[in-house]
């Protein structure tokens, strides 16, 4: 496989397009790689996902940038798979293309009220906060004193801590400004975050929950019959043997019953509770949510679920968030497995779901491959399975037939169905002016949030970022 | 991580047989398969499952194996998994109980297969990624 020219064509610019676009360029010496993002940004929910106050985590793109830095490697930004390219225009440029394009939209929880004003999918009000142009508009009535997040992910943990932080907090991140100024105005004091099963079921890791127990302005309460173990889970801690498990089950009963503090706000982590419905306020806005109590049940295979029984409450709260998972998005010619919200695939070989016989020539890698679940790195094993799928098959010469296979022929092709496609190079620059934007206020960056924006800042006729 | 995560990148062949095949239409088809496992269906409900293991003890004995109707060989009370099972719960019950194989269903339609194998693999992804992302903020000088 060292010879053979490959020209790959990689949709998205997450980790795991980050991760592949690496693995390919390592191992193939031949191998150009062109990787498009209908963003002018790259690296997705690195930018667009991960908190704003966690940074650290977000140096991560380091590495990336130094993939960015191979001479057969180009971005091509502000470039939408879909809208401006097609899957007949790659299959004329390009020997093989990888789709990488994570889960676009939500989970619904499929509950009365879920439509009522006030009522938010988590997708949506991360995306504000990150400044992602497609979000910008978005408004949340953050006059309510109470909050509901449903759902126990990380993704949920992120949720109630944003609607918990204080105003010079926000600040000193890289949240959108349009989301600092709306969150420092916010009312919202209680938040409430439910789980539906009990605490050796909770999805978030435990450094995340630590970090929500030393918030300084925060008050976390947990109802410490809610944090005691069922006779099921106890079992199941015992059985699984697992130090990790056992060290969050271990935190969140010692954080039960802690006495309050009497700060400012209130973050009440609750398990053992589903959303039934949302309750109208009486002008088509959520004023409440009915919860039920659950109980655990186990299935044959010993997998515990939420059993409703007959105890219900009313928490008051004009703002709800679904945080109940990420779902993928199809693609326009592109098989898509709607059971699971992925692209058809048999480990990372796109493959049409009725026969099961693999497309030549197409791959997936990332959340539109294997769903919604696991951090940036799970990425990686994920990505390197689909490279070495890509270099088999090339080695065994199946790929797509371009009649067009060079760059030129691609800039051609690319430039006639994109006004303005953004390169690494032109990245740097929008990342510079956003860091400079950050050093001005004391913080890390201060983030573009439109594409018009970007691309007037880039063409020298723009104004500063936040704009 | 739920079993729908680890069936997402599995495609959409189950390896199955009818309940009326023989024990040699099931070895034909596990060899053919390259699987160690069949799901037996009636209709779109599965019925029970058959295992290599399952042939491997009956050829002990000395009656005629292959042309045994599977029903004579496979386990009948099959434990059914479902797409929201947490793996790890799953992983535990399986290792206990001394299966491989997991067939899962949606609806009471059989939608997937996944062996204790799939499930290890899909644990130690999940491990692998937190390193990996912990390694990387090291590397990038992230890291306190
Ligand atoms: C809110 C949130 C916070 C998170 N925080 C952390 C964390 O702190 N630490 C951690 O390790 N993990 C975290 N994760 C998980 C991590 O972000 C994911 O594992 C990872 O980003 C998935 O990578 P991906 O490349 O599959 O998808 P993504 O990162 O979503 O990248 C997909 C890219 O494809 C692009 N795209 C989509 N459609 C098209 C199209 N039609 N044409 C062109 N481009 C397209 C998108 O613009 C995007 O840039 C978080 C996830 C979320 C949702
Ligand atoms: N700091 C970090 O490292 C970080 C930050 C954010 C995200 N991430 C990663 O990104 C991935 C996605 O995170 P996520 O939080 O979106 O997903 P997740 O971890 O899968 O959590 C989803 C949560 O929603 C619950 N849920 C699902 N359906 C529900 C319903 N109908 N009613 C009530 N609750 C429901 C789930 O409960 P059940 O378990 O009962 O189904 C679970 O608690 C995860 O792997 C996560 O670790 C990491």
């Known amino acids: 496989m060292t010879g053979l020219p490959l020209r790959v064509a990689l949709i998205g610019a997450g980790p795991a397009a980050f991760y592949a676009a690496d ?75 990888l789709f990488a394009t994570g889960a676009q939209t939500d989970r619904r929880m499929n509950i009365p009220g879920e439509d009522l004003a006030g009522s938010f999918p988590a997708t949506g009000f991360v995306a504000w906060y990150n400044g992602h142009p497609s979000f910008r508009g978005e408004r949340f009535n953050l006059e309510t004193p109470a909050a509901v997040v449903v759902g126990v992910g990380n993704v949920a943990i992120d949720v109630a801590r944003m609607l918990s932080l204080d105003a ?112 109208d306020d009486g002008q088509g806005r959520v004023g409440a949510v009915r ?74 890698a990332g959340w539109i491959k294997r769903g919604p679940s696991g951090v940036i790195g799970t990425n990686k094993a994920d990505a390197v399975e689909t490279v070495a799928a890509m270099l088999a098959d090339a080695a065994a010469g199946i790929s797509l037939h371009p009649s067009h296979p060079t760059a030129a022929e ?58 | 991580m739920k079993l729908e995560n680890v069936l997402a990148a599995k495609g959409s062949r189950i390896e199955t047989c009818a309940l009326t095949d023989t024990v040699r239409d099931v070895i034909a088809r596990l060899k053919a398969a390259n699987v160690g496992a069949l799901v037996v269906v009636d209709g779109e409900r599965p019925a029970g499952i058959i295992s290599e293991r399952d042939i491997a003890r009956a050829i002990d004995g000395n009656t005629d194996v292959p042309s045994l109707p599977v029903s004579a060989l496979m386990t009948h009370d099959v434990v059914l998994g479902e797409p929201g099972d947490d793996v790890a719960a799953v992983l535990d019950t399986m290792t206990a109980n001394h299966f491989r194989h997991l067939p899962v269903v949606l609806d009471g339609r059989l939608v997937g297969i996944v062996t204790t194998g799939d499930l290890v693999r899909a644990e130690l992804d999940t491990l692998r990624g937190h390193v990996v992302t912990l390694e990387d903020q090291v590397m990038a000088g992230g890291a306190e």
């Open chain 1, 291 to 364: 919860v039920v109590s659950n109980e655990l049940v186990a299935s044959g295979t010993g997998s515990l679920s939420a059993k409703p029984t007959t105890r219900r409450e009313t928490i008051p709260a004009g703002l709800v968030f679904r945080s109940v998972g990420y779902r993928g998005v199809e693609l326009p010619g592109v098989p898509f497995d709607s059971r699971w919200g992925v692209i058809a695939n048999t480990a990372g070989r796109v493959c049409d779901p009725a026969s099961d016989e693999t497309i030549p020539g197409l791959y997936t």
């Open chain 1, 410 to 467: 691609a800039d051609a092709y690319i430039g006639s169905r994109c006004t303005r496609p953004v390169s690494f190079a032109d990245w740097q620059r929008l990342d510079a002016m956003e860091v400079e934007a950050g050093a001005r206020v004391g913080c890390p960056r201060v983030k573009f949030s439109s594409v018009t924006g970007m691309l007037a800042a880039l063409d020298g006729e723009g104004g500063p970022p936040g704009n």
């Open chain 1, 168 to 279: 010079h907090e926000l600040a000193a991140t890289d949240m959108a400004r349009h989301a600092v100024a709306a969150l420092a105005a916010s009312h919202v004091r209680d938040v409430y975050v439910l789980g539906r099963r009990g605490p050796a079921q909770a999805a978030f890791t435990t450094p995340e929950l630590k970090e929500l127990s030393e918030l300084p302005n925060v008050d976390l309460v947990i109802d410490p019959a809610e944090a005691a173990l069922d006779p099921l889970s106890a079992a199941e801690l015992e059985r699984a043997n697992d130090p990790v498990l056992r060290r969050k089950v271990e935190l969140i009963q010692a954080l039960a019953g802690r006495p309050l503090a009497g700060r400012p706000r209130r973050l009440h982590l609750r398990f053992l509770v589903s959303p039934e419905e949302l309750l």
């Open chain 1, 23 to 97: 693995h390919l360029l390592k191992q193939a010496p031949s191998a150009e790689v062109d990787m498009f993002d209908r963003l002018p940004t790259p690296f997705g929910l690195v930018r667009h996902g991960v908190a704003p106050d966690h940074q650290k985590i977000k140096s991560v793109v380091k590495g990336f940038a130094a993939v960015a830095g191979d001479p057969r490697f180009r971005f091509f930004g502000n470039v939408e798979f879909g809208r401006d390219i097609d899957l007949a225009g790659l299959a004329a440029h390009y020997h093989q293309v």
